[in-house]
């Protein structure tokens, strides 16, 4: 109920369906960066694209650490795309069943505040480029489709990204041609959009078991989808990076014979650190070109002498 209320509790002249830029950065306190005029922090796109290579596996191992252990939504994903990443900040949407008197007063308010179109092209129209259309459509499938080619196009020129859906989508075959474009939804169907409204625009969100709030850096992939809150988004490609490093010297190390699987799985020996931090050195560059690695993060390794 307090969500509720909090969701609902628009102040005058604000746009329908969102919350007050003062209460987004009280839901995000931690973020100390750059943040968009609504309140929404903004990550960096540096950020993001170091994003590209983390694997779900590491970015939940890290922010677990840091006490977040209910940002990952599994599942049954059924994806666009399989082999292609979505990353990109959050613009999320919270659907529910059409209720005809709360659903008359939502369209009022959001022609009053300059709002066009069915309700779910407002969360279209928030979109820049770097952002995620994430929306919780409560699972619903038949006529629970929130978008199809046409709206796809128009998101994916606003945001050269994808959308993440706690429900349905129709066009598949469309939206297959978009290119660069990818969706992680619970299913495909035919249908039209019907008797579904959107509660929520820019708030806190359920998708799955994962707690999603705007501005987070969603993280998609076949394995499922983490959300990692934005103030978490650089320490998780910094420390991903540092697992790789390390995990690209051991295969490549056992595999020239250099050193035995046991002694790269175990703790290593000043010898075997001595030896890393020469070849990052002599590879640094081939590192960050192939693998994506940030210069800094290898730098940083080597003057630090830690790992």
Not at 17 to 26: A, D, V
Not at 39 to 68: C, F, T
Not at 148 to 154: F, H, I, M, P, V
Request: proline share 4%; net charge negative.
């Amino acid at each position: 109920m307090l969500l509720f209320c909090l969701v609902l509790g628009v102040q005058a002249g604000s746009q329908a369906q969102t919350i007050s830029k003062e209460k987004l950065i009280w839901l995000t306190p931690k973020w100390e960066g750059e943040r968009f005029e609504d309140g929404r922090p903004k990550v960096p796109d540096h950020v993001l694209e170091r994003m590209q290579h983390v694997s779900i596996e590491e970015a939940w191992g890290i922010i677990r650490n840091y006490g977040y252990h209910n940002q990952f939504a599994g599942g049954n994903w059924r994806i666009l795309n399989p082999g292609e990443v979505v990353v990109g900040r959050a613009v999320t949407a919270q659907y529910m069943p059409t209720r005809p008197a709360i659903e008359e007063r939502i369209i009022n308010n959001g022609e009053a505040d300059g709002r066009s179109g069915p309700m779910n092209t407002w969360p279209i129209d928030e979109l820049v480029q770097g952002d995620v259309y994430v929306a919780d459509g409560f699972g619903k499938v038949k006529d629970g489709t929130l978008i199809g080619d046409r709206l796809g196009t128009t998101i994916y020129a606003n945001s050269g990204n994808g959308v993440v859906f706690d429900g349905s989508s129709r066009d598949m075959e469309g939206l297959s041609q978009i290119e660069g474009f990818n969706a992680f939804v619970r299913a495909w169907d035919p249908s039209y959009l019907q008797q579904m409204m959107l509660m929520g625009l820019n708030t806190p969100i359920m998708i799955g078991e994962a707690t999603v709030l705007p501005g987070d850096v969603v993280l998609a992939k076949k394995t499922g989808i983490i959300f990692i809150p934005a103030h978490l988004a650089e320490v998780v490609v910094d420390q991903s990076e540092v697992i790789r490093l390390t995990d690209i010297f051991a295969h490549q190390s056992v595999q020239e014979g250099t050193y035995t699987a046991g002694q790269m799985d175990t703790d290593w020996t000043e010898d075997i650190k001595a030896d890393f931090f020469e070849w990052l050195q002599s590879n640094k560059n081939k590192l960050h070109e192939e693998h994506g690695i940030g210069l800094q993060t290898i730098n940083r390794i080597i003057e630090n002498r830690e790992i």
